[in-house]
């Protein structure tokens, strides 16, 4: 191996450990949802290139192979996390981790590093209405609610 592949290697390790440092940081210190599922699907980059990295030192398509299916764990990961992030959304009306104190487990302490403000009031805020054109029909008001389990 020539100098430089060693070079060309430590460059494409330094970047991978650069991604992977700045997405553990956006892990750790934020405390919004989507902000850290992204900062997670930054540190896999930062994986898969350290394995491209290697693979290509080394002339084996090994790492190549593995980070195809990095990728495609990450593609069924970030559907399964989206779909979890709206349902979580529905349900409370905001996206800070502090406001989920119901997921923990029983015996774990609640988590209080700052007050995360007040929770959002329950239920949908209401639909605006146009005045009635006759008499209007009488309706429940559950009927026009949104359902509160799907």
């Not at 996206?95 to 239920?123: H, I, M």
Request: include cysteine; charge should be negative; hydrophobic fraction near 50%.
């Amino acid at each position: 191996m020539a100098i430089d592949e060693r070079a060309l290697l430590a460059d494409y390790l330094v970047v991978g450990a650069i991604l992977f440092a700045l997405g553990m940081i956006g892990f750790v210190s934020r405390r919004n949802l989507i902000t850290i599922f992204l900062a997670a699907e930054i540190m896999l980059q930062g994986v898969s290139l350290s394995l491209v990295a290697w693979g290509r030192y080394h002339d084996d398509w090994g790492g190549q192979i593995l980070v195809l299916f990095i990728i495609a764990v990450a593609a069924c990961e970030a559907a399964i996390a989206l779909a979890m992030i709206l349902m979580l959304f529905r349900r409370r009306g905001s996206l800070d981790v502090a406001l989920w104190q119901d997921l923990r487990e029983a015996n774990q302490p609640p988590f209080a590093d700052w007050d995360a403000g007040e929770p959002p009031p329950e239920g949908p805020p209401p639909w605006p209405r146009l005045p009635p054109a006759g008499r209007q029909p009488e309706i429940p008001q559950e009927a026009t609610d949104f359902r509160p389990k799907v």
